[in-house]
């Protein structure tokens, strides 16, 4: 299974910009690179995905390596509801069961 | 609605009872999950039910015992548990399940679940 690997955590101050790295060395063509958070006594929440491509959305921006080998997550101006833990995954095509593969998680703390 | 419902909220057991954790959506989403989580770990997976059928149990022990009885609810029965099952037990659904087009996860809150 290919692995994903991300800092335990990070912190920001408010209004400022985040950018959460997340290595995939293992990747394989076919892995889509996937960013939920959680936040405190909730499930995850999708916050964005790509595949090869830079993608932005009203959440966030996911800017992909060329080689794919590493991804980051950037929030551009981080809010106190934006506290929570950003898990970067792989969905594993490989094996064809097309499962979420979650990484370990970076638990973001935004400072006022 | 994208919404998906967990009951109950949180559960005490002994382990020589025999309870449910149930999950209902109504996106009419083809996919359903069951995930555990351990406190400060990540979800990990334990079942999918794709058009009601189950298409991967991930080795999990069979005192947990899944039913999707149709496509808006799945069940986890549980039996014998141990003190180590404890943790949240996540629910999720998705459009499909399959490589085919991207299929994002919708969450639920989650079971807290403690055996005694």
């Known amino acids: 299974d290919a692995k994903t690997t991300q800092p335990n955590s990070m912190e920001s101050n408010e209004e400022e910009p985040v950018h959460l790295p997340c290595n995939h060395s293992?990747?394989?063509?076919?892995?889509?690179i996937h960013w939920y958070r959680q936040l405190p006594s909730q499930g995850p929440e999708y916050v964005i995905h790509?595949?090869?491509s830079n993608v932005n959305n009203r959440m966030a921006s996911l800017a992909i390596a060329e080689d794919r080998k590493s991804s980051t997550l950037i929030l551009h101006r981080a809010t106190l509801r934006d506290a929570a833990v950003y898990y970067c995954?792989?969905?594993?095509?490989?094996?064809?069961?097309?499962?979420?593969?979650f990484g370990t998680g970076t638990r973001l703390k935004v400072l006022a | 609605d994208t919404e998906v419902t967990q009951t109950p909220k949180h559960l005490v057991m002994g382990m020589t009872n025999k309870k449910s954790l149930k999950c209902e959506q109504h996106?009419?989403?083809?996919?359903m999950y069951w995930y555990k989580q351990k406190a400060k770990k990540p979800p990990e997976l334990m079942f999918v039910?794709?058009?009601?059928?189950?298409?991967i149990n991930e080795s999990v022990p069979s005192r947990f015992s899944p039913e999707c009885p149709n496509s808006s609810l799945l069940n986890l029965h549980l039996h014998a548990l141990q003190p180590e099952d404890s943790a949240l037990y996540l629910c999720?659904?998705?459009?499909?399940?399959?490589?085919?087009?991207?299929?994002?996860?919708?969450f639920g809150p989650g079971t807290r679940l403690t055996v005694l």
């Open positions: 999720a659904s998705s459009q499909e399940h399959s490589g085919d087009a991207y299929n994002e996860q919708f």
């Open positions: 293992t990747i394989s063509g076919t892995d889509y």
């Open positions: 790509g595949l090869t």
């Open positions: 995954i792989l969905r594993d095509g490989t094996s064809g069961t097309y499962k979420y593969i």
């Open positions: 996106m009419g989403h083809r996919a």
């Open positions: 039910y794709s058009y009601e059928k189950l298409s």
